[in-house]
């Protein structure tokens, strides 16, 4: 097993436990103990986990946080494979798609290999590059990028976004709030999704249960720009309401 896959499925088992210990990953693995700490000290080292004696805790952190890629990628893995397969039937074959850099959006990705002339549009370098032998025609925006999220953004980014047309917006964000509307933790990346949201005939959020009811640094859009939601657990009784109100779909 390479490291980086040991040390995936270390951030899994702390996302369910919330602690580990040295001593039980060496065994379950079949590596020494201090394989299991240099993997520790590394992802430590990622903000993703804080070390104590004997293992480790999970590192929390709030939503409005600008997480790392990587670690947004360990957090309700689950919960975002189960959007994917729900939010996949909401694609057609022959669709241009502007995708996001989250991983949620990812996650849907995977689901649609087996679907026919797709095209996808993206400020993700993550994208590009893992379903670069994948049967999508791709598109790279271009632009500044943010290593922490390895997303493209800035005038190049939306200028290249401008030049298109999608069927489908396709994004996610860090918060929900009914007052506030869809909520971003970076300002750039804000910007970058209201282009797609523009650009689109018909937009997509993709969101797990952790997203209701937070606020987070800048707003993206109100809630009525989105035409359909998809989420992994059916929200409160005020926030279906309030999706009947501004007539966005809600599939969970």
């Known amino acids: 097993m390479l490291g980086i896959e040991r040390r995936q499925l270390i951030m899994d ?15 379950l693995f079949s590596v020494t103990e201090e394989t299991v700490r240099r993997d520790l000290e590394k992802l430590e080292s990622e903000n993703l986990l804080r070390r104590s004696y004997g293992g480790a805790v999970l590192n929390e952190q709030k939503a409005s946080e600008d997480l790392s890629f990587l670690k947004r990628s360990t957090i ?15 694609i057609s074959d022959g669709d241009t798609i502007m995708v996001d850099s989250s991983t949620t959006c990812l996650s849907l990705l995977q689901q649609l290999k087996d679907h026919k002339n797709i095209t996808i549009i993206t400020n993700s370098i993550r994208l590009a590059y893992d379903f670069a032998a994948a049967p999508f025609r791709i598109i790279s925006t271009g632009g500044n990028l943010r290593p922490n999220s390895l997303a493209l953004t800035g005038a190049a980014t939306c200028n290249s976004l401008e030049r298109y047309f999608a069927d489908i917006a396709l994004i996610s964000c860090k ?4 007052q506030f509307g869809v909520m971003e933790s970076n300002e750039d990346e804000s910007v970058v999704k209201q282009v797609m949201l523009a650009q689109a005939k018909k937009s997509l959020l993709l969101i797990d249960h952790s997203k209701f009811d ?20 059916q929200p409160d009784s005020l926030w279906q309401k309030m999706l009947v109100q501004k007539q966005v779909t809600l599939i969970c």
Request: glycine share 2%; hydrophobic share 35%; aromatic share 6%.
């Open 13 to 27: 088992k702390i996302q369910q436990e919330k602690k580990v210990y040295v001593s039980e990953l060496s065994q």
């Open 175 to 178: 918060g929900l709030h009914q």
């Open 214 to 233: 937070q606020t987070a640094f800048v707003k993206t859009c109100d809630l009525q720009a989105i035409d359909t939601l998809v989420t992994d657990s």
């Open 76 to 90: 309700h893995s689950e919960d975002k494979e189960y959007i994917a397969l729900k939010a996949r039937e909401l």
